[in-house]
């Protein structure tokens, strides 16, 4: 129903997000352009009726040149992109931490809930209509196809209205027949998603991968994603409830695994040698050139051998220096060039040699999340710093990036703000032992 522009504000300097009335040519022949406006509008109401810290919020709404706008907050990171989520569904995506994936749900239904006591069914919940902010706080956002009170959606067989796979069953024989538990079925499979990286299935709706494969966790999903809908839970505050009661399960079996978990002797790590000199490499390009797998993450996992020296880690496999902790804020690429920069003039740790990593170098550090381990152990850098830049770019206003939570690797725009961790070296050898690893 419109076309989004990313805008910047002048006064303030901030980046938003502009939709404007510019249907598709196939809803327009199909239902005319009254009805798309009247739908446009639609959203533009719901936007304006519901405000909550996890549905983004909209700044401002107007006419141009005859077509309605609106302003909206806008953010770069979307969880569909997160996971590796992409136009065919059926493809697997990257399973988040199990920890993460209870956050991310339960902020759904937090906005979710803000919705359903007005009566408004948002009907098309799913990845991609999550956007995750710098903090990795959910916004829940396109309100386009929702119901609301009053308000009848145009009754057509050409258009479904909601995702498949996400869209409750009885959504998609008849949109108008989608209630709050319909909404709550597709939060149901979002966490399904995330959790392992597949969809559910028939086959699969009580068989779930270890280590989410007992009573509880089967007892869940039979209910999230039951097909009959009176079968789910009765509200979001109600599923939120069984979520927090499922992760304090989760918790106290993590434990004792933790407890139960022994670290394998570590292998003997062969010398790595990487390319320092930054690259330009287009998107097409890159899963060949970067040697990545299908989700983006480097297909060999580097066996680091870390030596601590105050602030800095020193890696024995591939002889790079790097920051642990990272920048204290988030940056803009210019910005974090300019940072790096800084740690050379000062010099940072007696080194004057930093600079953003190439991406060859951040896969040397970027690990696969697993079951216990990635719990169970502290990690070598710090958990604050999930995104981070590399020196390497895509476009003439785009730059590489790695998620350290994930192990992926992935490209934004200049203008968007993430870490930076810096790298210095590569050497043959550290000096004299500082500190332990």
């Avoid at 009907?123 to 956007?131: E, I, Y």
Wanted: include cysteine.
């Amino acid at each position: 129903m419109g076309r989004v522009y990313r805008v910047l504000e002048p006064e303030t300097g901030r980046l938003l997000a502009l939709k404007i009335l510019d249907p598709h040519p196939h809803l327009v022949s199909v239902l005319g352009e009254p009805q798309a406006r009247r739908l446009f509008l639609v959203e533009t109401a719901v936007m304006e009726k519901v405000r909550h810290p996890h549905l983004a919020a909209m700044i401002d709404r107007g006419v141009h040149d005859g077509r309605p706008f609106f302003v909206m907050e806008y953010h770069c990171h979307q969880l569909a992109d997160h996971i590796g989520e992409g136009d065919v569904l059926e493809r697997p995506t990257r399973p988040l931490p199990a920890h993460e994936a209870f956050r991310i749900t339960r902020e759904i239904l937090q906005g979710l809930a803000a919705m359903h006591r007005l009566g408004v069914v948002h009907r098309d919940v799913k990845p991609s209509n999550v956007l995750l902010t710098e903090n990795d706080s959910v916004k829940l956002i396109d309100f386009g196809l929702s119901k609301i009170p009053g308000v009848s959606f145009p009754k057509t067989r050409r258009i479904v209205v909601g995702t498949p796979y996400y869209a409750a069953p009885e959504q998609e024989r008849d949109p108008e027949a989608a209630t709050a538990a319909s909404d709550l079925y597709s939060v149901g499979v979002v966490f399904y998603r995330l959790l392992t990286g597949h969809l559910p299935s028939e086959l699969s709706r009580a068989v779930l991968p270890h280590p989410f494969d007992g009573p509880s966790w089967k007892a869940f999903f039979r209910k999230a994603i039951a097909v009959n809908p009176a079968a789910r839970y009765r509200s979001a505050q109600g599923m939120l409830r069984a979520l927090r009661a499922l992760q304090k399960s989760f918790d106290a079996s993590l434990e004792q695994a933790c407890r139960l978990w022994h670290e394998e002797a570590p292998r003997r790590a062969e010398p790595v040698r990487c390319r320092r000199e930054a690259v330009k490499i287009r998107r097409q390009e890159a899963e060949k050139f970067f040697d990545l797998d299908a989700l983006w993450r480097p297909r060999r996992e580097t066996s680091n051998r870390w030596t601590l020296y105050g602030d800095v880690l020193w890696d024995g496999t591939t002889g790079l220096w790097w920051q642990r902790g990272g920048s204290s804020q988030r940056l803009t690429w210019p910005e974090a060039r300019a940072a790096v920069q800084r740690l050379r003039d000062a010099p940072f740790c007696g080194r004057s040699d930093w600079r953003l990593p190439t991406v060859d170098e951040l896969a040397t550090v970027l690990k696969r999340p697993r079951y216990p381990d990635t719990f169970c152990l502290e990690p070598v850098f710090s958990r604050d710093v999930r995104r981070f830049w590399s020196a390497d770019r895509c476009s003439f206003r785009s730059a590489w990036y790695a998620s350290s939570e994930l192990g992926y690797i992935a490209v934004q725009d200049f203008s968007c703000r993430m870490h930076v961790r810096a790298v210095a070296g590569p050497e043959e050898g550290p000096p004299e032992r500082q500190g332990e690893p």
